[in-house]
């Protein structure tokens, strides 16, 4: 059964579980500064949806199925909040993360960090009328 799998692995050049070097897709260096680049975008928008007390990062790393993205925000209380996704880099010329998809990921970012601490404070806060 495992011999029919992609996991099952090359015998003599890739264990089982593991992807052949083929497969993993590589960047060139415009391809890996259009995307730093497009990450920074993301975690700058998602600054700006947001007040100072708000800490954004963003990341890039290498993946089992290519670069993977993370863009994460901690609020100043409750839990933080991540998105995480691997961006298509074929085709890309100008830009990998188009801005549709940096606006998406920003705003859901920003409402879900504004969520965590709607949450976190819900219980301590008195209503002031009802």
């Known amino acids: 059964m495992n011999g ?3 996991y099952a692995g090359l015998p003599g050049e890739t264990q089982a579980g593991k992807r052949a070097a083929a497969d993993v897709p590589t960047l060139s260096s415009t391809q890996k500064r259009l995307l730093h680049r497009d990450v ?64 998406e990921v920003a705003r859901g970012l920003a409402a879900s960090a504004a969520f965590q601490v709607k949450q976190a404070v819900s219980d301590n806060v008195t209503p002031t009328g009802k």
């Open 40 to 103: 920074s975008r993301i975690a700058s928008l998602t600054r700006e949806y947001l007040p100072n007390e708000y800490v954004v990062d963003a990341d890039v790393s290498s993946g089992l199925s290519g670069p993977q993205v993370t863009v994460a925000v901690r609020p100043p209380v409750g839990h933080a909040v991540s998105a995480g996704f691997t961006p298509d880099v074929e085709d890309a010329a100008e830009e990998i993360i188009s801005s549709d998809e940096r606006n």
């Open 4 to 6: 029919n799998t992609p």
